[in-house]
Every structure is written in C-alpha cells, then in structure tokens.
C-alpha cells in the first residue's frame, strides 16, 4: 500500500482539548492528504462540518467516550445531536462496566439502539481491547456483528494500551467472515506501524500522526 492508498483509510484525530484554529487545520491537513475522515470530539463537530463541506473528507465523532460509562439514552441522545450537527461517522465506546460483567446481551442491545440511531451513519463500535480477555474481544465482536454495527475498533487511545497486531487480526478473524470491518486505533504512530495493522486485517486506521504517516 502506498503512502496515498494508505491516506484514504486514515481517520485523522484530534480527541485532545482544542481550538477552533487546530480544528480548523486539522480539516486542512485531511484535505491536503485526502484522509478518509477528520476524528474530532462532538464539541467540533460543526466546525469541521462546516470546513469540509464540498469535499470528500468525512466527519467522523465519538460517542460516550472515552469510557463508554454513559446510559443507552445519553448516547442515544449524543449520535443523533452529532448527525444533527453533521457528523457522517460514529464512534461510540461500548459500556466497559457491561464487557467486563460479560453481560453481552445488554452490550449488544445498547449498540443497536445507537445503531437505530445513526440510521444510515457509519457506526464503528469501541472495544478498548487493552482492558479486555481474548474470550471477552471474540463475545465483543459477536454483539456488535448481531447489532448492525459496521465497524469494530480497537481503542479510544486513551486507555492503558493501544491496537495491537493480535486483537486486530483476532477482530478481522471474526467480523470480516459476516461483513464488517475493522478499525485500528490507539498508538501508531508510523507508516510502518500502520502498514503492519493493514497486513493483519485493519480496513480503516484511527491516528492523531496522520500527517507523519503519510508524508513523503
């Protein structure tokens, strides 16, 4: 995959404290490079919307995040106010509190209910791996496959630990076979690191280096 191959699948982040003028250059930077989305905080959302107008870069935000800790009806609420504002991708983070009580069935009512409500939105569904069991990644997976979402994704990059090679080919093992996708975020860094996520099954990368990624 070349530089520019790999830029159209990069949501290019910025989920830290910001100003209007980073946002601002942010959305500059997706156009320069022709990154798949800009990544920005729900706050932002308008802004971006409103810089990336007319053109290809999609404006992708987070739901409940970064712990995910929030009700079904909070989220709920925040998908579609993001959409409102011009949002056309949504991250949301899964309840950590329900993964880690392995209670599945209510992971994977509340993704369909955001998933209900994004409509035709993108909906990429957070598992934070890093805090998560091999056995509760693969029940992750089976709930957001059996709620619609379209995507899986590693991390919120603001847990303990990023994407790593095995819980991304673990994912891609699991979800690719029923038609979802893959998104790898949370510590890369490099167009190395991000090729290496590529290799072992990531459809879409998540950086806050989008820039460095892919600058010749």
């Known amino acids: 995959m070349t530089k520019q191959e790999m830029a159209k699948i990069i949501d290019h982040t910025l989920l830290k404290p ?68 011009g949002a056309t991708e949504i991250d949301m983070v899964i309840n950590q509190s329900l993964a880690k009580s392995n209670a ?9 209910a955001v998933k209900k409500a994004c409509g035709d939105v993108l909906l990429k569904v957070i598992l934070e791996t890093c805090n998560l069991s091999q056995k509760q990644i693969i029940s992750a997976c089976k709930a957001c496959v059996d709620a619609g979402a379209q995507y899986v994704k590693t991390s919120t990059g603001f847990g303990s630990g990023g994407a790593t090679v095995e819980a991304v080919s673990l994912m891609a093992d699991l979800v690719h076979p029923y038609g979802l996708k893959v998104k790898a975020s949370g510590g890369i860094h490099n167009y190395e690191e991000a090729s290496e996520m590529v290799r072992n099954g990531a459809d879409r990368i998540g950086a806050s280096c989008g820039v460095a990624i892919c600058k010749d």
């Open 18 to 85: 910001a100003t209007t003028s980073q946002i601002v250059a942010l959305c500059n930077e997706a156009k320069q490079y022709g990154f798949a989305s800009v990544c920005v905080n729900p706050c932002h959302v308008k802004t971006a919307a409103k810089e990336l107008d007319g053109t290809d870069v999609k404006v992708c935000t987070v739901i409940g995040f970064p712990l995910g800790e929030n009700t079904t009806k909070v989220k709920v609420f925040e998908a579609k106010e993001a959409i409102k504002n």
């Open 104 to 112: 599945w069935k209510k992971v994977e009512k509340e993704v369909s």
